[in-house]
């Protein structure tokens, strides 16, 4: 688990701003769940999946009731729309972290950050392209190319029936190759095995029967509107009928999009699907589909790192407050120029003149405003530039924020802020 410091924090909030405008541009309003929710919840995404079987940070509370802190987002915002019942297509994004006791690695953490966008109450393919379609138009707009769309489709109940039957004869056809988690993992889900990542259990899973020849008329038409649906966005994608995700609850469409930048095991910078069962699992009304995603805010970063973009936003100051007065001058200064909107920051501890204007110039700022004994008795204040020409000039106290104003405006053409 790690600390966000800034200016790091900075992406973060320009991250978070960036996929806030995306979302509200198509729509969906941001909604906010409890990091803890009660354990059956989380059972619901499915109690062969890793991330409830053996990750999640469950406890007993003071009522002794079984609570666990959230292991992903979908359960707990599902729990949300079959209490609150909103008026549907509900459309619903939100941001936060997740905690799951994994084994860290690189790019894989016990907390992890997502943003998260579902839609909830349609069947409709173009539901399913739509949150695509979200997650790609967030990516490029980060400057993200070196990341490919990956969909495969789970189909509906009677094709993942068939095909269940069908991946559990081969498996256990060839349980002596699978590797030791393998064939416990084939005991509790047979398709997870194929999400397998381990060397000995990739020849079985490559002649593995795939879901795809499994998918009933009905399913198979399904995929063909959510294809078509992407080609007329001009979304690149790729089928991989072996995609099946870590988690219990999809059908139909699903989708990732891994990153070619990152050089883990962990690359995917996102994905979802459809869950048409779990709304129902959780409280709210039968036959209630949803599709959604979530996509990790570290690892984006990482790859954002690696292609070399989405840069931190500077973080500095234009103007410091240099105070020598004893007073409160470096108080109602500061405070007047932020009040019209220019950012300004300000020593404190009553230090000497000399100590105050190496902070000055450690901030970053481009002006200094500089009040000591004499400019207060005379009801003036001394401007100086801390790049550029490095000008220095005394105006009038009443007259300090209009030409700080005039100086960051007219210093952009003689690089005061370059
Ligand atoms: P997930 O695939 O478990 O899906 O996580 C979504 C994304 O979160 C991943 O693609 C990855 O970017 C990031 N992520 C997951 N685990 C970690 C970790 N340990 N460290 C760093 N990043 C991580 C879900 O959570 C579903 N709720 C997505 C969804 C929403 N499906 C439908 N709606």
């Known amino acids: 688990m790690a600390d966000v410091m800034a200016p790091q924090s900075q992406r973060w909030a320009a991250l978070i701003a960036t996929f806030a405008a995306h979302a509200e541009r198509a729509g969906f309003g941001l909604v906010l769940t409890p990091l803890i929710e009660h354990l059956e919840v989380f059972l619901r995404v499915g109690e062969s999946t890793d991330i409830v079987r053996k990750e999640m940070y469950d406890f007993e509370d003071k009522g002794g009731r079984r609570m666990a802190v959230r292991p992903e987002i979908t359960a707990g915002l599902m729990r949300a729309f079959g209490e609150h019942r909103p008026p549907v297509p509900w459309k619903a994004w939100t941001v936060g972290p997740n905690f799951r006791y994994?084994?860290?690695?690189?790019?894989?953490?016990?907390?992890?950050?997502?943003?998260?966008?579902?839609?909830?109450?349609?069947?409709?393919?173009?539901?399913?392209?739509?949150?695509?379609?979200?997650?790609?138009?967030?990516?490029?707009?980060?400057?993200?190319?070196?990341?490919?769309?990956?969909?495969?489709?789970?189909?509906?109940d009677e094709t993942r029936a068939a095909y269940l039957g069908a991946l559990t004869t081969f498996l256990d056809q060839h349980r002596a190759d699978l590797s030791e988690q393998g064939r416990e993992t084939l005991g509790l889900n047979p398709l997870r095995v194929l999400d397998s990542k381990r060397p000995q259990d990739q020849p079985v899973v490559a002649a593995a029967p795939q879901v795809l020849d499994f998918l009933t008329p009905d399913a198979a038409a399904r995929f063909d509107r959510v294809q078509e649906g992407l080609k007329a966005l001009g979304i690149p994608y790729e089928i991989d009928a072996r995609l099946v995700r870590g988690l219990d609850y999809y059908n139909h469409t699903l989708f990732e999009f891994p990153s070619h930048a990152i050089m883990a095991t962990q690359n995917a910078l996102g994905g979802g699907g459809r869950y048409n069962g779990l709304v129902e699992a959780l409280g709210g009304p039968a036959g209630t589909g949803g599709v959604g995603f979530g996509a990790g805010?570290?690892?984006?970063?990482?790859?954002?790192?690696?292609?070399?973009?989405?840069?931190?936003?500077?973080?500095?100051?234009?103007?410091?407050?240099?105070?020598?007065?004893?007073?409160?001058?470096?108080?109602?200064?500061?405070?007047?120029?932020?009040?019209?909107?220019?950012?300004?920051?300000?020593?404190?501890?009553?230090?000497?003149m000399k100590s105050q204007m190496k902070a000055a110039d450690r901030s970053g700022a481009d002006v200094a405003v500089i009040v000591g004994p004499d400019e207060l008795a005379s009801g003036v204040v001394t401007l100086r530039a801390l790049r550029g020409d490095g000008r220095q000039e005394t105006v009038a106290r009443r007259e300090l924020v209009e030409t700080v104003r005039t100086w960051l405006v007219t210093g952009l053409m003689t690089g005061l802020s370059t």
């Open 102 to 156: 994994e084994a860290p690695q690189a790019a894989r953490y016990r907390q992890h950050f997502q943003v998260d966008a579902e839609i909830v109450g349609t069947d409709d393919p173009d539901a399913d392209v739509e949150v695509i379609a979200l997650l790609d138009g967030f990516h490029r707009a980060l400057g993200l190319s070196q990341r490919s769309l990956v969909v495969n489709s789970l189909g509906d």
């Open 297 to 352: 805010i570290e690892r984006i970063l990482l790859a954002c790192d690696a292609e070399g973009v989405f840069p931190a936003p500077s973080q500095r100051v234009r103007v410091f407050v240099i105070d020598t007065t004893g007073g409160s001058e470096a108080l109602a200064v500061s405070a007047e120029l932020r009040a019209d909107g220019i950012s300004a920051d300000r020593g404190f501890d009553q230090r000497s």
